[in-house]
């Protein structure tokens, strides 16, 4: 079989990214380890998403502070929330299941996002340090 021939054989599958799947095909440790794991993710998820929202709003309401500063903090809690969005879940999912069970297309979206999620904090974070 040539290259080409493997070429075209790749192509003419579906996104069938369920294909196989079932909940005994993990690729991690016990089911106890599994649920202890989820169970520290989800709590993580739901602690960084209400926390951050809760800075936002009080950042947003609150005047004891600099304009600017509350600024660069409510930048740093708007990509905290994308990345509890964006980051804990298809992290995790694809750790537990060894591969990405999403719709194929969305992976490097997810990918882009999480990037300039951690590019955001780090760039407010400088910025706040050259500002003091």
Not at 35 to 46: G, K, N, R, V
Not at 56 to 80: E, P, Q
């Given at each position: 079989?040539?290259l080409?021939?493997n070429?075209?054989n790749n ?7 369920l294909?196989?799947?079932s909940?005994?095909?993990?690729e ?7 649920l ?14 209400i926390?951050?929202?809760?800075s ?10 600099s304009?600017d ?5 409510v930048?740093?809690?708007l990509?905290d929330?994308l ?6 879940p ?19 979206f ?6 300039v ?9 400088t910025t706040?340090g050259?500002?003091?």
């Amino acid at each position: 079989m040539s290259l080409m021939d493997n070429n075209n054989n790749n192509n003419n599958h579906s996104y069938d990214y369920l294909d196989g799947f079932s909940i005994e095909n993990f690729e991690i440790g016990s089911k106890d380890l599994q649920l202890c794991l989820l169970i520290l993710y989800s709590i993580t998820a739901a602690l960084a998403l209400i926390g951050n929202l809760l800075s936002i709003l009080v950042l947003m309401k609150g005047k004891r502070s600099s304009r600017d500063l509350r600024l660069f903090l409510v930048n740093l809690s708007l990509s905290d929330v994308l990345m509890a969005i964006f980051s804990i879940p298809f992290t995790y999912t694809h750790f537990i299941m060894g591969r990405w069970i999403f719709y194929p297309p969305l992976c490097p979206f997810i990918q882009s996002i999480q990037i300039v999620s951690v590019f955001v904090s780090i760039y407010t974070l400088t910025t706040i340090g050259i500002d003091r």
